[in-house]
């Protein structure tokens, strides 16, 4: 039996051999997408404001808590099924798909990828208790988690300790530095925040990366900055700044020293932003068929398939995501704490072909619908902007993933040139 006969449209991981709860998922992603986050998402981009009315629908359906597991009151849905369901919806709306893997990334490696990083008993009990309350925050309040990386250094990048820092007082931590590039700045109720560890000695360390939780009610934190980028405009991604911000203990979502352990362990956490580029690909192919066909509501039924030089595009359009598909969906099956070489090498390939290859595919489609293509009432010029961006993201841009490929290809562990 070809269990994705069940399903009333081709997913954008391609028709594979899903679970019944990965078919009960991407049906709603798709629905909702469909009949609700296309028709909004020009608004986000003309305005560069945040879809909170998707967020409104993401919780009500219950997917803001797609990774919590069902004992805490989630849908229990493991890293695969999220990439597959996050691909779904970057096919409908780019800014929603981004900002959505922000948080839930929260949530998943606080979850189920926490739960393959080694740990101490005490500091198993301790991360148990305390995701307990963030996971309760998510599923009976609605909250929403940012996960704000980037300080225009390269500690996001994973190869310095980064200049936030937080220093341990009596029941908390004090926070101090700035972010850039916060995506859902303004619209977030926590900011799970990387920051180094002052431990007072001057010399600041990437093992002791902590990941905290800032309520956006805190004391000494501030949002400033104007955001009127190229693309992914609705992320609204300003900066944050932390002004001896005071946090309780409880605000750890990881144990002192499991971010880094983490990081070494599990590097298929930093694959999550590729799959709303992959939903880009697909909406770009789909857009271009469905032109050549005249099929595009409220234009013209002219019909462009005729024409040989197009027919070959859309072939061109289609090897090339077919290609992206299965490289994607194979990393996300292989994705797990210690991969092997050719686990790891594949995982950045797939992130690589991901990222420049939605872009491709939506710069051939502009090229391929012609003039009309790039006006704004249509999506496909908005697209190609948002898709350009991918390439962009630490801490995995597509120059760091040729490099660590490279690298990690010719060196093996602990070798060096004399």
Same mark, same amino acid.
């Given at each position: 039996?070809?269990?994705?006969?069940?399903?009333?449209?081709?997913?954008?991981?391609?028709?594979?051999?899903?679970?019944?709860?990965?078919?009960?998922?991407?049906?709603? &992603?798709?629905?909702?997408? $469909? =009949?609700?986050?296309?028709?909004?998402?020009?608004?986000?981009?003309?305005?560069?404001?945040?879809?909170?009315?998707?967020?409104?629908?993401? $919780?009500?359906?219950?997917?803001?808590?797609?990774?919590?597991?069902?004992?805490?009151?989630?849908?229990? &849905?493991?890293?695969?099924?999220?990439?597959?369901?996050?691909?779904?919806?970057?096919?409908?709306?780019?800014?929603?798909?981004?900002?959505?893997?922000?948080?839930?990334?929260?949530?998943?490696?606080?979850?189920?990828?926490?739960?393959?990083? *080694? +740990?101490?008993?005490? *500091?198993?009990?301790?991360?148990?208790?305390?995701?307990?309350?963030?996971? @309760?925050?998510?599923?009976?309040?609605?909250?929403?988690?940012?996960?704000?990386?980037?300080?225009?250094?390269?500690?996001?990048?994973?190869?310095?300790?980064?200049?936030?820092?937080?220093?341990?007082?009596?029941?908390?931590?004090?926070?101090?530095?700035?972010?850039?590039?916060?995506?859902?700045?303004?619209?977030?109720?926590?900011?799970?925040?990387?920051?180094?560890?002052?431990?007072? =000695?001057?010399?600041? !360390?990437?093992?002791?990366?902590?990941?905290?939780?800032?309520?956006?009610?805190?004391?000494?934190?501030?949002?400033?900055?104007?955001?009127?980028?190229?693309?992914?405009?609705?992320?609204?991604?300003?900066?944050?700044?932390?002004?001896?911000?005071?946090?309780?203990?409880?605000?750890?979502?990881?144990?002192?020293?499991?971010?880094?352990?983490?990081?070494?362990?599990?590097? @298929?956490?930093?694959?999550?932003?590729?799959?709303?580029?992959?939903?880009?690909?697909? @909406?770009?192919?789909?857009?271009?068929?469905?032109?050549?066909?005249?099929?595009?509501?409220?234009?013209?039924?002219?019909?462009?398939? *005729?024409?040989?030089?197009?027919?070959?595009?859309?072939?061109?359009? $289609?090897? *090339?995501?077919?290609?992206?598909?299965?490289?994607?969906?194979?990393?996300?099956?292989?994705?797990?704490?210690?991969?092997?070489?050719?686990?790891?090498? $594949?995982?950045?390939?797939?992130?690589?072909?991901? +990222?420049?290859?939605?872009?491709?595919?939506?710069?051939?489609?502009?090229?391929?619908?012609?003039?009309?293509? +790039?006006?704004?009432?249509?999506?496909?010029?908005?697209?190609?902007? =948002?898709?350009?961006?991918?390439?962009?993201?630490?801490?995995?841009?597509?120059?760091?993933?040729? !490099?660590?490929?490279?690298?990690?290809?010719?060196?093996?562990?602990?070798?060096? !040139?004399?």
């Amino acid at each position: 039996m070809n269990v994705v006969a069940s399903l009333s449209f081709t997913p954008a991981v391609g028709d594979l051999p899903f679970t019944a709860q990965q078919r009960t998922l991407l049906t709603l &992603a798709h629905a909702l997408g $469909r =009949d609700k986050f296309a028709a909004r998402a020009p608004q986000w981009d003309e305005s560069a404001s945040f879809p909170f009315a998707n967020y409104d629908d993401l $919780r009500e359906t219950g997917l803001l808590g797609l990774c919590i597991p069902e004992a805490h009151g989630g849908l229990g &849905a493991d890293y695969a099924t999220y990439m597959m369901v996050a691909a779904e919806i970057g096919r409908f709306c780019g800014a929603t798909a981004l900002t959505w893997n922000m948080h839930i990334c929260s949530t998943l490696w606080t979850g189920v990828l926490a739960d393959g990083i *080694q +740990m101490t008993e005490t *500091q198993r009990a301790e991360h148990g208790r305390r995701r307990d309350l963030h996971f @309760a925050r998510v599923v009976n309040e609605g909250a929403i988690y940012a996960q704000p990386f980037s300080e225009g250094s390269a500690a996001a990048a994973g190869r310095a300790p980064f200049g936030t820092t937080a220093r341990k007082v009596e029941g908390g931590w004090l926070i101090n530095g700035k972010k850039i590039f916060a995506s859902l700045s303004g619209a977030a109720n926590y900011y799970g925040v990387l920051c180094t560890e002052d431990k007072g =000695d001057q010399h600041p !360390d990437a093992h002791d990366t902590l990941y905290i939780s800032v309520p956006a009610t805190a004391g000494g934190f501030s949002i400033s900055g104007d955001w009127n980028p190229l693309g992914m405009r609705g992320t609204v991604s300003r900066n944050l700044t932390f002004k001896d911000v005071f946090v309780g203990d409880d605000e750890q979502l990881m144990p002192r020293g499991i971010y880094f352990k983490g990081a070494q362990t599990w590097p @298929a956490m930093f694959f999550t932003l590729s799959p709303t580029y992959l939903g880009i690909a697909n @909406a770009a192919y789909d857009f271009t068929v469905r032109y050549l066909r005249g099929e595009v509501p409220g234009e013209p039924p002219v019909k462009r398939r *005729q024409y040989p030089t197009k027919q070959i595009a859309v072939a061109q359009m $289609r090897i *090339q995501l077919e290609s992206m598909r299965s490289l994607f969906t194979r990393a996300i099956a292989e994705a797990k704490p210690n991969p092997s070489k050719d686990e790891k090498l $594949r995982l950045y390939a797939a992130h690589y072909s991901v +990222m420049e290859g939605a872009n491709d595919i939506a710069r051939l489609a502009l090229r391929t619908c012609g003039g009309q293509s +790039m006006m704004k009432h249509l999506p496909l010029e908005r697209l190609y902007r =948002d898709s350009r961006c991918g390439a962009l993201m630490l801490p995995w841009t597509a120059e760091l993933i040729l !490099d660590r490929m490279g690298r990690e290809t010719l060196y093996e562990a602990g070798e060096r !040139d004399e």
